[in-house]
């Protein structure tokens, strides 16, 4: 269930995200974590502008 619930966060989070900053782009490489058991990016440098 906290698997479950933590995908869900995650799609409204990012997609808030996406609608709020239409203009988010990523700049930069991106920076996998180093870890097995806790997927994801360690860094993901991006620029972020508000929308007009």
């Known amino acids: 269930m906290g698997a479950g619930l933590a995908r869900l966060e995650a799609v409204v989070g ?3 995200l996406a ?3 239409p203009a ?3 700049t ?3 920076v996998r974590r ?3 058991t ?4 360690e ?3 991006v620029t ?3 929308a007009s």
């Open 28 to 30: 930069g490489a991106p």
């Open 43 to 45: 860094h993901l440098p």
């Open 14 to 16: 990012l997609r808030t």
């Open 24 to 26: 988010l782009r990523v």
């Open 48 to 50: 972020l502008r508000p």
């Open 38 to 41: 806790l997927r994801g990016f």
């Open 19 to 21: 609608e709020r900053f």
């Open 34 to 36: 180093d870890l097995r």
